[in-house]
């Protein structure tokens, strides 16, 4: 006799979500509600099975697409034109060397970071030196390489005059300029334009007898979403650069930065990014055309240094749930094994999260839920986001957070935990490019005075 | 985990709650309305999980812990009846 077993049903957590005033309490249009099962091919619960989790993870074809699409946008509206990645952002070597593949120029801002480009292969002349320390001895290596050198202080002026001297020979030199620009007012690097210390710098550049002045460099902010306020800066830096060639000098680059916005969502952003983040081709009408019309031939070298704009969207974080708990506020919190030691950016932006598996999420009766994600790190501050809508998760359940390749690897932090593997994906294949931090390799550095090592008597 | 039982409540089968002593609006997934459904009869909560596993692909473990948490948020809201003395 057959018999017939009864088919139990799909299940997923229960829930039970209270509706308020103006928010969308059923799936609704959040992004979240939809799972990212996939990464480049790859099924994200293979990465944590076989990578650990939490886990860093690189897209090759996200990186290069953006620095191709970057470097089209200029290069369509300019006749000479580099991108200079900025090192700062993000200097995995794996990250680095698959930009440099494509083309890009290395743009550094410490000799730690110089020595990285060095290691890659990058040759001298393709590297932007800039940054308030430069020290004697890597501001000479630079130049012996050719480095552009941007001069941030008149101390650093006389440094480079001194070096000039003693290697017997004209040094050619930038010199960064600040400005303000709409709502951003960075006046600390470089030399001041409105106030007239720009132009006094480059004159003092000019009636050295060992410098040459060939670059100026303007970086006025970042995450900078309003394409006409890189017009103004053109405007700005173009109207310098004219000045000097009406006395005669020719510079070889106008260097206009960084600070290009990604597809990320700043807290107190009221347009998600996907409205909000202007396209390559966005701001490179605001800047080529209008630096084309001011200067006279041959124009500039133009330089960009993109950061954030290049690798944020190239890697995303996979964390697993650790807990789930209910607030005696009444809200639901979830405790993530990543926290703000690996994730500092949390505390700009809305990181976009969501669920690796189906298991869980909305089906025809499902709800979001809103939590807090807290991180593992036993302290107050570790808090990814408030009030994030996402499926009901339980323990065990595995978190993408996504657009988390600028300014997180590099600002990440060995407190508490060590950090874990990075790995790089491409075509379904998968390759670790750095290996999970260790104790061992934690305390390597430590030296314990034999004396503390015995033991009271 | 015996004692709770539900507030009078306006439920319809889509999955949402209406309580009309705080006039607040909730929605639950499949399976919240499932268990709300069960208390609503009367049926005591040890009675609901052993429905869940009969109804529903889970284990007992996964059962157990996810109503523990859903009633809290029940009581949490405030939906749930002052246990009879
Ligand atoms: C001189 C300079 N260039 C470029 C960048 C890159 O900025 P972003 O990531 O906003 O593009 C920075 C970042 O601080 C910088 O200081």
Not at chain 1, 5 to 21: M, T
Not at chain 1, 104 to 130: C, H, R, T
Not at chain 1, 379 to 394: C, K, S
Request: hydrophobic share 40%; with cysteine.
């Amino acid at each position: 006799m057959v018999k017939v077993r009864h088919q139990r049903a799909f299940y997923e957590k229960p829930a039970i979500v209270k509706h308020s005033v103006g928010t969308n309490n059923r799936l609704g249009r959040l992004a979240s509600a939809f799972p990212h099962t996939v990464i480049d091919g790859v099924p994200v619960d293979e990465l944590v099975h076989r990578y650990g989790s939490p886990l860093w993870v690189v897209s090759e074809i996200t990186l290069r697409s953006k620095y191709q699409s970057m470097y089209r946008a200029f290069s369509l509206r300019y006749p000479r034109v580099a991108v200079a990645y900025s090192y700062k952002t993000n200097y995995l070597s794996g990250v680095c060397s698959i930009l440099h593949q494509e083309g890009a120029w290395a743009e550094v801002v410490s000799g730690f970071e110089y020595e990285i480009a060095l290691a890659l292969g990058v040759p001298g002349d393709k590297i932007i030196f800039n940054g308030p320390l430069k020290r004697p001895e890597e501001l000479a290596r630079a130049i012996s390489q050719g480095a552009m050198v941007n001069l941030d202080s008149y101390d650093e002026l006389a440094v480079v005059e001194q070096l000039a001297e003693k290697m017997g020979r004209a040094v050619p030199v930038g010199v960064r300029v600040n400005m303000t620009v709409g709502p951003l007012t960075w006046d600390r690097f470089g030399f001041n334009l409105e106030n007239g210390q720009a132009l006094q710098a480059c004159q003092r550049v000019l009636a050295s007898p060992t410098l040459k002045l060939v670059g100026l460099h303007a970086h006025v902010g970042t995450f900078i979403l309003d394409p006409g306020l890189y017009r103004q800066m053109a405007e700005k830096l173009g109207g310098l650069a004219r000045y000097l060639a009406d006395l005669g000098v020719t510079l070889e680059y106008l260097d206009v930065g960084g600070g290009f916005a990604s597809h990320n969502t700043l807290h107190d952003q009221w347009m998600p990014a996907e409205y909000a983040t202007p396209s390559f081709e966005q701001y490179a009408d605001a800047i080529c055309p209008t630096l084309i019309n001011m200067l006279p031939q041959p124009l500039p070298l133009l330089l960009m240094e993109p950061g954030r704009a290049l690798v944020d969207e190239s890697m995303c974080l996979l964390t697993s749930v650790v807990s789930t708990k209910l607030l005696s506020s009444g809200q639901k919190g979830v405790v993530l094994d990543a926290g703000i030691n690996l994730l500092p950016t949390s505390v700009w932006y809305r990181h976009e999260v969501r669920l690796a598996g189906e298991t869980g999420t909305p089906t025809d009766g499902g709800v979001m839920e809103e939590v807090n994600l807290y991180g593992p790190l036993c302290m107050n501050i570790d808090v990814i986001q408030f009030r994030t809508a996402l499926p009901p998760v339980r323990r065990g359940a595995v978190l993408v957070i996504k657009n988390v390749g600028a300014y997180n690897f590099t600002q990440s932090m060995q407190f508490i935990q060590p950090r874990p593997a990075v790995v790089l994906v491409n075509g379904g294949e998968v390759e670790c490019i750095r290996a999970p931090e260790t104790t061992a390799y934690l305390r390597e550095l430590e030296r314990i005075p034999q004396r503390l090592l015995t033991k009271p008597a | 985990m015996d004692m709770e039982t539900i507030k009078d409540l306006y439920f319809n089968d889509k999955g949402f709650i209406f309580d009309p002593d705080s006039g607040a609006i909730f929605s639950l997934n499949t399976t919240g309305a499932f268990i709300i459904k069960q208390l609503q009869k009367g049926v005591p909560v040890k009675r609901v999980l052993a429905e869940m596993k009969k109804d529903f692909d889970v284990d007992e473990g996964t059962a157990q812990r996810d109503l523990r948490e859903f009633l809290d948020m029940l009581a949490a809201f405030g939906l749930l009846a002052k246990a009879p003395a």
